[in-house]
């Protein structure tokens, strides 16, 4: 039996996406003038936005990871992994899809902004690798998946100035975005899928771990000292490296240190939360966490413009004050979490509705080109053909004509057993049976 998920991580998720959305805007929008690296306030800001992706990225590999250990089957049809699959698939269609122009496609054009890679891409390709290891390693040997994934964060991150100075010009350009910011991406597979893989190597200790009794006291003392390491001696662990072994990538790591900083700064964000993981089950909270998509969407939407162009950064772009960044800031956060609940509570209809404009749609049109049938039609046996093409069980009728208000089934029966060809596009002149008339 699946177990339940982690409340704190789905807690940690509405923060940082919350922390995502006020970022966006006051980044996009405040006026230069205002930002001042000397202001306290400013100073506050900037590093909370600094560390709000790590967060992001770890939280999403590790709430993943825990939920597809958690399942006890290990086989293809693992409903974790389906939706998984479903999930890292999902996110890298929308990434690109965030990006589209319609009125440029409209008017014959992609453009290059259409191919850059983001947040969306990074995790949904990062849920394809982990489904792709516990397949590999997970499902008879959880250590093995745990070190594979510990070993591949590390690596990712120690060598990352060596990556950073490759070349990837003769790669096309839809792949280098993948792994350079040279050409406009804004996120990289490399490294931030590292704050990923390190989550789920954290799911998999919950997983070992977590119902032990005395695991949260010592897990959160920790992260603390771990991250309090990570954050203010790491470099010097780096340049020790770097002069025992010779290495440069070390000496590179240890000045411009940032990315195991950050993951220290995650170490202590996530020991805030399971500290007080027992005030964190407010249900708009959790919610909040477990909508971080529709919320992500809906903010690239109103924010940025996706498919449309005419977004607020289109019309406010780097011009309010400070007052004006926040409150506008506090109401956009508001309108987006509202439209994403709305959504949810939505959502099954407006699927619903979708999904039935398209299945007739695809009708329609196959049944322009859909040629004859053969059915083996027995002796004195009565038969319902289809009049309307809104049957799922073509060419017979379903029932499905009374719910669409369309023509009811032709009644008839063949006073011989024999193989006929029935007619599936509805233009016949001689129903239920084809005359040719599909060809046109």
Known sequence: MEQKRLHFIDAIRAWAILMMLQGHFIDGLLAPQFRDQDQDWFQIWTYFRGITAPVFFTASGLIFTYLLFKNTHTTYVNKRIKKGLKRGVQLIVLGYLLRLNLQGLLNGHIYPSFFYVDVLHCIGLAIL?????????????????????????????????????????????????????????????????????????????????????MFYPIAILGLFILGTWLKYDSSRFFIFLGDQFGWKVFSAVAYNNYLFIRLGDVFWVLGVFMLGRQFLQYKTLLAIGQNTLSIYVIHAVILYGSFHGFGLYKFFKKSLNVPEAFAGG????????????????????????????????????????????????????????????????????????????????????????????????????NPPYCDGSHKG
């Open 129 to 213: 690798i982990l489904i792709f290891a516990y397949k590999l390693i997970g499902h008879w040997s959880i250590k093995g998946f745990s070190i594979v994934v510990f070993a591949l964060a590390t690596l990712i991150f120690s060598f990352e100035p060596w990556f950073k100075g490759l070349d990837w010009s003769n790669w096309p350009v839809a792949l280098s975005h993948y792994f350079t910011r040279e050409n406009g991406a804004l996120f990289t597979f490399i490294p931030w899928v590292g704050y990923s893989f390190y989550g789920a190597f954290m799911a998999v200790i919950l997983v070992k771990l977590s119902h032990k009794k």
């Open 330 to 429: 506090l109401l956009f956060v508001l309108c987006c979490v509202s439209l994403s609940f709305l959504y949810e509570y939505k959502k099954g209809f407006v699927k619903d509705y979708i999904s039935r404009i398209f299945k007739k749609k695809i009708k329609i049109m196959s049944d322009v080109n859909s040629g004859p049938i053969p059915v083996a039609l027995e002796k004195d046996k009565n038969y319902s053909w289809c009049t309307c093409g809104h049957t799922e069980n073509e060419p017979f009728c379903d029932g499905s004509h009374r719910k669409n208000n369309a023509t009811p089934s032709l009644k008839f029966s063949v006073s011989e057993e024999k193989t006929a060809y029935l007619c599936s596009c509805k233009k016949t002149l």
